[in-house]
């Protein structure tokens, strides 16, 4: 290696790290980089106002919330704890593939596989004999879910029909506050301020400082955009453009309210497909969140607003909260030595929980890619097409709940049913109809067991199964698959009921 290979930037290692902005974004990114970086001689600084409300609307996550909480050292049941939270196997979807109707998404898999045979292709061949084997039977995650029972998922299971996740629901205030109680402790600085004015440098373009209206400056030599949807930095100062996906997702609006729980509930998450959009419905362990993610051009503000509360199970415990938004993400989530975290980068409808990954996504891949002062845009430029290809991967997978909808004659439903896919979902769907083949790319969010659900929950089944699947016969099969459900039965009798696991 040449001596010149080996010099470092002549400007030298990050010295200081400023977020500008708090909420779940910005409280996310202290507290994980002051774990990350904590051996290296750098000031983190968090930059917001109270004066600034923050959306505060997401309350669900997947499981990957557990991996983040292991990085900065948090147990799953201090934040249940400290943020009302619940426990989350999967995600219910009512009514979308036609009124009456329902599924489950769960955090878990489907069956076993033999002989090099994924366990669904022999479902498929079952299924083509003429056998109504419903695929949930096959998962001890969906049949927990459906009976309203927790177990903690094994360390080493005995084989793939044990393996399962969990996420958590909770109150995103909470659980920010929480989150900056632990930063605090962990040495970063909290300025109460409100930024007037951004300064960068004349020639780079840089970010260098910011104004206070107190009439502090703040400098630093890298910079964290949590200033959500109005990206102060990222948008405001350096003004990098933001791709549009309304015609992919035309949802752009949401109105969220909280109420009281009427009844116990399972340890799901529900979305209820709506006539321009669809419900959330999130339990808590002190309220109940619900919002209505919508779509302007087929219902008023004021109409929303009405449909949601009158479908609250209790009285209402806050005001509404509505929300407009631009489905898509910037051109570039890093750009110069802006760093944009959360709704600044992008903001895909939560109907599968990823607005939270997205922010824990960024920071593992920024941490990764860490730079030193000069910010390489070779760092930048890699950075960016992770992240531009995570949101492809995801804006897909949301597409695909919309696809299978036979809501015929509603005009919203119509229109999603009836779009232009992006090459990279229709190459998916080509491959899996014609023969229940996945097809994976990089940066992919959800795994393959995601994507069966929603193809059999919405019934698009492939013309065939592999041939590979009649290595077995039919009547082995149904032996193997009676021993399967019979396996999953008894794990699912040593479940706890939720409501104890919370007490």
């Known amino acids: 290696m040449s001596e010149a290979a080996l010099d470092q930037s002549a400007e030298g290692p990050i010295r200081s790290i400023v977020i500008v902005g708090g909420g779940t974004a910005g409280w996310m990114s202290a507290a994980y980089l002051a774990r990350k970086l904590r051996h290296l001689p750098i000031a983190i600084t968090v930059v917001d106002s ?24 948090l147990k799953d049941v201090d934040v249940l704890r400290e943020t009302e939270g619940t426990v ?56 927990l879910a459906e009976n309203g029972l927790f177990l903690a998922p094994p360390d080493r299971p005995t084989s793939d029909l044990g393996i ?5 629901h909770f109150d995103a205030s909470r659980f920010a506050a929480m989150l900056k109680r632990l930063s605090l402790a962990n040495g970063v600085r909290h300025i109460d301020g409100v930024i007037e004015q951004v300064a960068q440098d004349p020639e780079r373009g840089d970010v260098t400082s910011v104004a206070l209206a107190d009439g502090n400056r703040i400098e630093g030599d890298l910079w964290i955009d ?20 309304r015609h992919w997702l035309p949802c752009d609006r949401a109105v969220a309210i909280g109420c009281r729980e009427a009844q116990p509930h399972k340890p799901v998450t529900t979305a209820a497909a709506r006539e321009a959009g669809w419900q959330w419905h999130i339990p808590l362990q002190h309220r109940i969140g619900n919002g209505y993610v919508y779509c302007s051009d087929h219902i008023g503000d004021d109409e929303a607003e009405a449909a949601l509360r009158s479908r609250l199970e209790g009285d209402p415990v806050s005001a509404a909260n509505r929300l407009r938004f631009t489905a898509g993400h910037r051109a570039e989530t890093w750009h ?22 997205l922010i824990q996504s960024g920071l593992e891949r920024f941490v990764q890619l860490f730079p030193d002062r000069s910010c390489d ?95 077995f016969t039919e009547a082995e099969l149904r ?8 396996a999953i039965a008894g794990t699912v009798k040593l479940g706890v009921p939720h409501r104890s696991i919370l007490a």
Not at 60 to 70: K, M, Q, S, W, Y
Not at 342 to 351: C, K, M, Q, T
């Open 50 to 73: 109270a004066q600034i409300g923050t959306v505060g609307v997401g309350e669900a996550t997947v499981p990957a919330i557990r991996d983040f909480l292991a990085a900065v050292e």
């Open 88 to 143: 989350k196997l999967g995600i219910r979807f009512v009514d979308w593939a036609r009124p009456g109707h329902q599924f489950l998404h769960p955090f878990g898999l489907y069956g076993v596989p033999a002989r090099g045979v994924a366990f669904h292709h022999y479902w498929l061949k079952l299924l083509a004999a003429g056998d109504a084997l419903p695929l949930s039977d096959y998962c001890l995650c969906t049949q």
């Open 164 to 168: 399962f996740d969990f996420a958590l």
């Open 226 to 245: 949590c200033s959500g949807f109005r990206g102060l930095l990222i948008a405001g100062a350096l003004e990098t453009p933001f791709l549009d996906w």
């Open 336 to 357: 110069r030595n802006v760093v944009a975290i959360g709704l600044s980068a992008g903001f895909l409808e939560p109907l599968e929980s990823t607005s939270i990954t």
């Open 377 to 471: 845009p070779r760092l930048a430029a890699t950075y960016n097409r992770q992240s531009t290809l995570e949101f492809e991967r995801i804006r897909d997978f949301l597409l695909l709940h919309y696809l299978g909808n036979a809501r015929i004659g509603e005009p919203f439903w119509d229109r999603m049913r009836g779009m232009a896919l992006p090459d990279t979902l229709q190459a998916k769907l080509d491959a899996w109809r014609a023969r229940g083949e996945f097809v994976r790319y990089e940066w992919e969010s959800f795994q393959n067991p995601s994507w069966l659900s929603l193809y059999a929950g919405f019934g698009d089944l492939p013309r065939r199964y592999s041939p590979l699947a009649d290595q």
């Open 479 to 486: 032996d193997t698959f009676a021993r399967m459900r019979a």
